[in-house]
């Protein structure tokens, strides 16, 4: 009979621990890329490129790391071309300024001087991309996210973006 009253007591600590980490979660809902602009642009090869990204993060869950980024551009039903980006650390609890670096490589007929003319004026319109990664919370969870067919319009209509 005793052990039964404690599991009472135990009952609403586990509840209020559940609904703090539920609404703990809802923050990350709120995570907004306000900006993008792109900061540098080089080729390393005859279809391949590296390029520097300022992301201006808002952020008002846990800081997290992103890592594992790749992905695959398509435009239109061909691929265009294939990237990765190094781990990411987007600060918590603020708005700030990440630098992402990303390495791409064409594929197709495509060479890298059409992208260079490409950059600065770019248009979204036709890109879709497929983009997995792996999010790990400062002090918590991982998770590993695969995203398909997402329009890259979509993207640059919610973003603020500069190019150089």
Known sequence: MIAEPNKMRIFP??????????SGCSSYRDIRIM???LES???TGLKSVDAGFSVDVYNPAREMQITDIEGTVYYGDEEFGHFTAAPVTVPGRATSDVPVELSAALDGSMGI???MS???RFNPDGFTVDVSLKI???GGMKKKIGLKGLPVADFFKKVEYESI
């Open 13 to 22: 600590v586990i509840v209020l621990a559940a609904l703090l980490a539920f």
């Open 118 to 120: 490409m950059a600065s």
């Open 136 to 138: 790990r919370i400062k």
């Open 41 to 43: 642009i080089s080729p």
């Open 113 to 115: 001087m059409q992208l």
């Open 35 to 37: 900006s993008c602009s």
